[in-house]
């Protein structure tokens, strides 16, 4: 249904070892403009080698990444975001003891004056932000609060606003709610789904079959670095993702197993 969105940002035959250890085989991955698509895999799956490798954290050994069906290199995160591939990653890149709107504004700060004279705007960037977290329902009585005072959930919250509002086109989320409570969770992937309806493509990684099922378009499911599925939310159920994920036979015997020894 949602299959002919343009592809914005795509990964084609991507491998990726670390000595020995493969972590990715031939991965393609197409991320597509207003799509949430869930990436989803066990432990050591490759999940996170293969976001290292989309957010330019890593180059990889092999395949090619495209945006907008162009192919790039990215030397780095920052050039990755030149292009419009923003990245939010578990340990936030954020400044605890600094105001939210600091961290909010970081590298992009709004100037008064010029040259000698100017100065950072203040005012604007309390303004911007103050706006942006109240779309997301988070409400700031004191502006100079440190954001290490915010929640997880919020915290990771206003990195997604931030990159938004920065003009991501592609949004990558790495396990944004395995930290977070259940109401928690739920703001973060509210916010990825306001992302998604401004048109952005967003990966989202998670562990959590349900959170996938809640809000994604498309399921990618990695199996020991390779894909194992890809598939629109309207040809899979929520059983078969649950069991191509958790590797259901093996949940199954582990249970048996267990049982038997306690
Ligand atoms: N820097 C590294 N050096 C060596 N091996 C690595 C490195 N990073 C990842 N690996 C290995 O690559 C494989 C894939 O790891 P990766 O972190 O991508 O998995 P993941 O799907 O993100 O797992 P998790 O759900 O536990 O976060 C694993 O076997 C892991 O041990
Ligand atoms: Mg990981």
Redesign the pocket.
């Known amino acids: 249904m949602t299959d002919d969105q343009a592809v914005v940002f795509e990964a084609r035959g991507v491998s ?1 070892a ?2 020995t ?4 085989t031939s991965v393609d991955l197409a991320v597509r403009a207003g799509q949430i698509t869930c990436l989803l ?12 490798v989309l957010s330019g954290v ?1 180059a990889p050994d092999g395949g090619t990444l495209a945006v907008d069906g162009e192919p790039v290199r990215f030397a780095d995160p920052r050039d990755a975001l030149d292009r419009g591939i923003a990245t939010v990653f578990q340990d936030l890149a954020m400044v605890p003891a600094l105001p939210v709107y600091r961290n909010f504004f970081m590298g992009h700060e709004p100037v008064r004056g010029r040259g000698p004279l100017a100065r950072f705007d203040k005012r604007k960037a309390r303004a911007i932000t103050e706006e942006q977290l109240a779309s997301i329902g988070i409400r700031l009585t004191d502006p100079e609060r440190p954001i290490s005072t915010l929640s997880g959930g919020e915290r990771q919250s206003v990195a997604v606003a931030r990159a938004v509002y920065f003009g991501a086109r592609v949004l990558l989320l ?2 944004p709610t395995s930290a977070l409570g259940v109401r928690q969770a739920e703001t973060v992937l509210r916010y990825a789904v306001r992302a998604k309806r401004q048109g952005v493509g967003v990966v989202l ?1 998670t ?1 959590n079959a349900h959170h996938a099922w809640a809000v994604g378009d498309r399921f990618v499911v ?1 199996k ?2 390779a894909v194992a599925i890809d598939a629109a939310a309207s040809d899979i159920t929520l059983d078969e993702l649950v069991r191509h994920m958790a590797g259901g036979e093996e949940v199954t015997q582990m249970r048996r197993d267990l049982r038997e020894i306690l």
């Open positions: 990726k670390y000595g250890v493969r972590a990715l895999g066990d432990n050591g799956a490759g999940k996170s080698s293969l976001i290292k890593t790495d396990e990684i562990h990695l020991r670095g």
